[in-house]
């Protein structure tokens, strides 16, 4: 079997880690028990790019398990746990084919291996997967039957695409279910890119000023955990209705020369290019401390930085330190990549398991239904949605409430008013 992993020796530690991450993950083990009986996707050839994670060990050995050839790359080059490639590759038998670390050729020929399974069904985070498909692999697009994307960044891509005429499969948003954007966005993001920051940092975040660029899903989780710890936070937003509601949830709004100038840490959630940019480095406070969490390394324009800079070393893992001429110094994390991936472990299982849940039947629901879609970007079905909130309130142990009949009857009428 084909792979390529950092070393094949780590796959014990990464099956473990993936134990420890199942324990969390009720709704996909539920999943994956049914696809062990039913098989719904024997034979069905998957190529799946997302950051190689213990949550994306557990969806791939689902996937196997519903009898799918699957193939594994990595959807960022600084994402991949190497011990959970190493366990994919080893205990799955998964051809996986990604290094945390690895370069940009590296990347794009990991990409390459994955689809070189001859995908009926791709399955992206970031929609690198796609892309690569339209443009350097034309040839595999009569055999793709559908696709699936799991971030707000690819979604925007695939829609581009779509728009333009140029996208030859349909794809589904995973990222637009309910039970993916409103927990994995908002709780998912918003835990993990503080985990990553102070596991890059060790920064205290009370009494700091805590700048968070856009006020979308993950702005609003951020800015929720950093004003939980203690620390003051600024929005800066370009939409003035996030804007509004980022001042009614109590943050102070500052358009970004202004935050540049009194913020100690930054974080960039935006999916946009160049939110910090040249123009705000001189602003900023000596020690001032430079992230994103936004899927692409584009937020933050690094080649400014590196401009008005003299010099730069690796003062601490993920923390690069750039001494400006002016004399001052920005440190950079984890390169300006998503730092809750490349400097902690990415969303914890327990939301992980609801956006992979969707993963998993989004795939099943592609497989089975792709002749009646166009080449466009559908929203995940919504009873997929509902069936996976119920499924995730039970294993929390959470029961609610039923309409009575009276209720049901009140609700389809218009006749009773005041
Ligand atoms: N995206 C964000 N967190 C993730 C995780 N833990 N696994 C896979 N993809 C992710």
Same mark, same amino acid.
């Given at each position: 079997?084909n792979?390529?992993?950092k070393?094949?020796?780590?796959a ?12 969390d ?28 994670t ?7 050995a ?26 994919l590759?080893?205990?799955?038998g998964?051809?996986?084919f ?7 050729e ?79 966005n ?20 009370s ?17 929720m ?11 800066? *937003?370009?939409n003035? %209705? #996030?804007?509004?509601?980022? =001042?009614?949830?109590?943050? @102070?709004?500052?358009?970004? &020369?202004? +935050? !540049? ?5 930054f ?8 939110v ?16 994103n ?8 324009e ?5 401009r ?8 601490r893992?993920?923390? *690069?330190?750039?001494? %400006? #001429?002016?004399?001052?110094? =920005?440190?950079?994390?984890? @390169?300006?990549?998503?730092v &809750?991936? +490349? !400097? ?7 939301v ?7 993963q ?21 079905p919504a009873?997929i ?12 142990g ?21």
């Amino acid at each position: 079997m084909n792979y390529d992993v950092k070393d094949i020796n780590l796959a014990d530690k990464g099956l473990l880690r993936v134990e420890w991450a199942r324990r969390d993950m009720p709704v996909l083990n539920a999943i994956r028990e049914r696809f062990e009986k039913e098989k719904p996707l024997k034979g069905l050839r998957l190529a799946a790019c997302l950051h190689v994670t213990t949550e994306t060990g557990v969806l791939a050995a689902t996937l196997k398990a519903g009898g799918a050839l699957v193939h594994v790359c990595a959807s960022n080059p600084l994402s991949t746990q190497d011990d959970v490639a190493a366990y994919l590759a080893k205990h799955e038998g998964i051809p996986t084919f990604a290094i945390k670390g690895e370069d940009s050729e590296t990347y794009y020929r990991h990409i390459h291996q994955a689809l070189d399974v001859k995908p009926q069904v791709t399955m992206d985070d970031g929609a690198d997967l796609v892309f690569t498909v339209h443009t350097k692999r034309q040839e595999l697009i009569p055999e793709v039957l559908g696709g699936t994307e799991e971030t707000t960044t690819g979604v925007i891509r695939l829609k581009a695409m779509a728009k333009d005429g140029v996208l030859k499969y349909p794809m589904i948003a995973v990222n637009d279910a309910m039970t993916k954007y409103l927990f994995d966005n908002r709780y998912g993001t918003g835990q993990s890119t503080i985990d990553g920051i102070l596991r890059a940092t060790n920064r205290l975040m009370s009494g700091s000023i805590f700048v968070v660029a856009g006020y979308g899903w993950c702005g609003r989780g951020a800015a929720m955990r950093a004003r939980g710890l203690g620390a003051r936070v600024v929005i800066t *937003e370009v939409n003035p %209705l #996030k804007a509004l509601e980022a =001042l009614m949830d109590g943050y @102070e709004v500052l358009p970004m &020369n202004e +935050a !540049a100038k009194i913020g100690d840490i930054f974080c960039t959630l935006t999916g946009d290019i160049n939110v910090i940019r040249a123009e705000h480095f001189p602003l900023m406070k000596d020690g001032a401390i430079l992230s994103n969490s936004g899927h692409f390394n584009v937020e933050i324009e690094i080649s400014a930085l590196e401009r008005l800079s003299k010099g730069k070393r690796q003062i601490r893992d993920a923390v *690069e330190e750039y001494a %400006l #001429k002016s004399g001052k110094c =920005l440190y950079l994390l984890a @390169e300006g990549r998503l730092v &809750n991936l +490349a !400097a902690a472990e990415g969303h914890p299982s327990a939301v992980m398991d609801m956006s992979f849940a969707n993963q998993a039947l989004a795939s099943e629901f592609i497989s089975k239904n792709h002749a009646q879609f166009q080449k466009q970007v559908y929203p995940v079905p919504a009873e997929i949605d509902q069936e996976i909130a119920r499924l995730k309130l039970a294993a929390m142990g959470t029961a609610i409430d039923t309409l009575t009949p009276e209720q049901e009857k009140y609700l389809a009428s218009y006749d009773l008013g005041t």
